[in-house]
């Protein structure tokens, strides 16, 4: 009898355990990095687009250097922040924007830079716009799981996801010039609780000349070359509550 309310009991407590919610949570911010065509390594972290050839698709690659405590991951939360663009058509991804739906995330297209974590499912896959007094900004995001949980290697460098972003005629969009900086967080979750890692400004992608942590004013043009411009300078504290 004693043996069957302590079994009773510790069923109750795990599933008491999911109903609160994780245990507790740990936060490292770098070593979530972002390249252009591949992963870092491969890739390009800096991307200069001749804006009179807008017809194909870019892809955005994000691997992540493992932090501690990744023992049975059951997926994770996306989060790629594009600065300063929440007003340029071009980056327009919204609904009744001017590249509406034309964008995707995958946990399964890793590129040949990158060594995948496991097979991989994408849900919930939600654009945003950000735009305030101080800061212009739009926010790609999805969420990941595995088929079972994972543990990850600390130490070593995994895939974790592959923005693409497809584009009409080059006449259609507004804005291709406009330098931007992207950044991402990635939150790992399993059982124990969440492990946030976030971009820092080495880890960063960057478009047409943009620069991280600044704001930058470019006239919004279609075609042409892209030449860089001024830049006022910002504070990463400012970017973060981007992510939340």
């Given amino acids: 009898m004693k043996k069957n309310v302590r079994r009773l009991a510790v069923a109750v407590a795990v599933c008491a355990s999911f109903v609160a919610g994780p245990a507790h949570a740990q936060y490292y911010y770098g070593g979530l990095r972002l390249a252009w065509n591949d992963c870092v390594g491969t890739g390009t972290q800096s991307l200069f687009y001749e804006c009179g050839s807008d017809t194909s698709a870019l892809k955005l690659y994000g691997s992540f250097v493992a932090p501690p405590g990744l023992d049975a991951v059951v997926g994770y939360k996306i989060s ?85 972003l497809r584009r009409p005629s080059p006449s259609a969009c507004d804005g291709c010039c406009f330098p931007t900086c992207l950044l991402a967080l990635v939150e790992f979750h399993q059982e124990s609780g969440f492990i946030q890692l976030e971009s820092d400004f080495n880890d960063a992608a960057t478009w047409q000349g943009g620069a991280c942590g ?20 910002s504070t990463w504290g400012s970017l973060k509550v981007l992510y939340r």
């Fill in 80 to 164: 790629v922040v594009a600065q300063g663009v929440g007003q340029v058509p071009w980056w327009d991804y919204g609904a009744g924007g001017c590249r509406e739906g034309l964008w995707r995330m995958s946990a399964n297209l890793p590129g040949a830079g990158c060594t995948p974590v496991g097979t991989a499912l994408t849900s919930n896959q939600t654009f945003d716009k950000f735009v305030g007094p101080f800061d212009s900004n739009v926010k790609f995001s999805a969420d990941v799981s595995f088929l079972e949980a994972q543990a990850i290697t600390e130490g070593q460098e995994f895939y974790a996801f592959t923005l693409t």
């Fill in 214 to 233: 600044v704001h930058q004013a470019v006239a919004l043009t279609s075609g042409g070359s892209c030449l860089p411009t001024p830049a006022k300078s």
